[in-house]
């Protein structure tokens, strides 16, 4: 079989759909074998329009045409109609479709070679009087079908690129744990802003798991001698974010630095006080 119409697609399919034909002579509904070779060959034309369990009985209906009826539990596939039926034949449809656990779809099979899928139990005299018109129906690929969970996961996806550049603004549309983690982490000292290349050396990395999207990189700046000179040396080139400012609050607290490099730090500290009102992020001032 080929890998879109594979093991567990086939077992599904035949676990959950019962085919029947009707034995006129002896006016009862008989099971149908189904010829899987030639549903292979035809689904690829349904597929275009409709998602797997609507195409495979499809090509089904349209491979063998002794199918005059299908069969599920409810719930378990979801078929389209090919009409909307009107008049009496939507009240009877009204009527047959709440009765047990089966949900039961009619093949109608008109003279010019058109075949109709009609859901509830109907037989051939009374399709036959039924007025049935073709629906037409665009191609997956022109209609706009997002999934809940698609829609969720471009949001996350965006939030992980501005928590980058911006730690504040990516927040904002995390999913509710995911925020909740990266929090706590940057409470601790972390930051999901990727450090100034030129203090790389200086900083920890690590992750943080992601509902839709890869890992989330944090990092943690190690306040060494090193960093301070090189913060000295480079404090004209720093852009203020609220993740370096977090860390330079932190380093001045958890350092023995000289006069010199605690200047700086006031100064730059001062900024990031303006900037973001005391609010970086650190402990009960988040």
Same mark, same amino acid.
């Given at each position: 079989m080929s890998k879109r119409f594979d093991e567990d697609n086939f077992k599904h399919w035949k676990?959950?759909?019962?085919f029947q034909s009707y034995d006129e002579e002896n006016s009862e509904y008989k099971n149908v074998k189904i010829k899987m070779e030639d549903v292979m060959d035809r689904i690829d034309h349904y597929r275009k329009k409709y998602d797997e369990d609507d195409s495979f009985v499809r090509a089904v209906v349209d491979t063998q045409e002794d199918v005059v009826k299908i069969m599920f539990t409810k719930d378990l596939a979801h078929l389209t109609e090919s009409t909307r039926l009107v008049? =009496?034949?939507?009240?009877?449809?009204?009527?047959?479709?709440?009765?047990?656990?089966?949900?039961?779809?009619?093949?109608?099979?008109?003279? &010019?070679?058109?075949?109709?899928?009609?859901?509830?139990?109907?037989?051939?005299?009374?399709?036959?009087?039924?007025d049935l018109h073709k629906k037409e129906r665009k191609d997956k690929e022109t209609e706009?079908?997002?999934?809940?969970? &698609?829609? =969720?996961?471009?949001?996350?996806?965006?939030?992980?690129?501005?928590?980058?550049?911006?730690?504040?603004?990516?927040?904002?549309s995390l999913p509710v744990r995911v925020k909740q983690k990266i929090r706590e982490k940057m409470s601790q000292g972390w930051t999901t802003e990727t450090p100034?290349?030129?203090?790389?050396?200086?900083?920890?990395?690590? &992750?943080?798991?992601?509902?839709?999207?890869?890992?989330?990189?944090?990092?943690?700046?190690?306040?060494?001698?090193?960093?301070?000179?090189?913060?000295?040396?480079?404090?004209?080139?720093?852009?203020?974010?609220?993740?370096?400012?977090?860390?330079?609050? =932190?380093?001045?607290?958890?350092?023995?630095?000289?006069? &010199?490099?605690?200047?700086?730090?006031?100064?730059i500290l001062d900024k990031c006080d303006k900037r973001y009102e005391g609010k970086l992020g650190i402990y009960s001032k988040y």
């Open positions: 676990d959950t759909f019962k008049g =009496l034949a939507g009240v009877l449809q009204s009527i047959r479709e709440g009765r047990g656990e089966m949900e039961i779809w009619s093949v109608a099979r008109p003279a &010019d070679g058109n075949w109709f899928l009609v859901k509830g139990s109907f037989n051939k005299r009374e399709m036959s009087n039924m706009n079908r997002e999934k809940p969970e &698609d829609g =969720l996961k471009k949001k996350e996806e965006t939030a992980v690129q501005r928590l980058k550049t911006d730690e504040v603004s990516g927040l904002g100034f290349s030129f203090f790389n050396d200086f900083y920890t990395e690590s &992750d943080v798991n992601s509902v839709f999207s890869d890992k989330i990189k944090i990092f943690k700046l190690k306040p060494t001698e090193e960093f301070f000179n090189s913060l000295k040396e480079n404090s004209a080139k720093v852009s203020l974010k609220r993740g370096f400012c977090r860390s330079i609050y =932190l380093a001045k607290s958890d350092s023995d630095i000289n006069e &010199d490099y605690r200047k700086i730090v006031d100064h």
